[in-house]
């Protein structure tokens, strides 16, 4: 099992807006603070958002280079996926493969996918329907 994930971000701020609504729409509960950083924790299971110092800012990320490419994260259902599509339309966020959701990961898989303020890729995804 999973212990902890720790993300280095670039603006810690944006990243708790964003993470913020996300996390406990997911069943993650506030779990840590700090001037430098933040957790949530689901279970056993923790995210942990750090500002990035400023020296190592200079080369933003992206997910295509070597290291984290996304994070995949259950949704409850269908309706829930929807639930959730909506509510980050309605914040801004641009859902990524639009020409094919929500089956952009193939035919039996629903899902939703968009980036948070780093651009760090985010799914969420229905239980399967046999």
């Given at each position: 099992m999973?212990?902890h994930?720790?993300?280095?971000?670039?603006?810690?701020?944006?990243?708790?807006?964003f993470?913020?609504?996300?996390?406990?729409?997911?069943?993650?509960?506030?779990?840590?603070?700090?001037?430098?950083?933040?957790?949530?924790?689901?279970?056993?299971?923790y995210?942990?958002?750090?500002?990035?110092?400023e020296?190592?800012?200079?080369?933003?990320?992206?997910?295509?280079?070597?290291g984290?490419?996304h994070?995949?994260?259950h949704?409850?259902?269908?309706?829930h996926?929807?639930?959730?599509?909506?509510?980050?339309?309605d914040?801004?966020?641009?859902?990524l493969?639009?020409?094919?959701?929500?089956?952009?990961?193939?035919?039996?898989?629903?899902?939703?996918?968009?980036?948070?303020?780093d651009?760090?890729?985010?799914?969420?995804?229905?239980?399967?329907?046999?």
């Amino acid at each position: 099992m999973l212990h902890h994930v720790e993300i280095y971000v670039s603006n810690l701020s944006k990243s708790v807006d964003f993470w913020g609504w996300l996390l406990p729409e997911l069943g993650y509960e506030p779990y840590q603070k700090w001037d430098a950083g933040i957790s949530w924790k689901h279970h056993e299971t923790y995210l942990v958002f750090v500002q990035a110092e400023e020296r190592y800012l200079d080369i933003p990320y992206h997910r295509c280079r070597a290291g984290l490419n996304h994070l995949a994260f259950h949704g409850n259902s269908r309706e829930h996926i929807d639930e959730l599509t909506q509510a980050l339309l309605d914040r801004g966020i641009q859902i990524l493969y639009k020409d094919k959701h929500p089956y952009a990961g193939g035919r039996d898989y629903y899902a939703v996918f968009f980036e948070d303020p780093d651009r760090i890729k985010v799914e969420l995804v229905a239980p399967s329907v046999d």
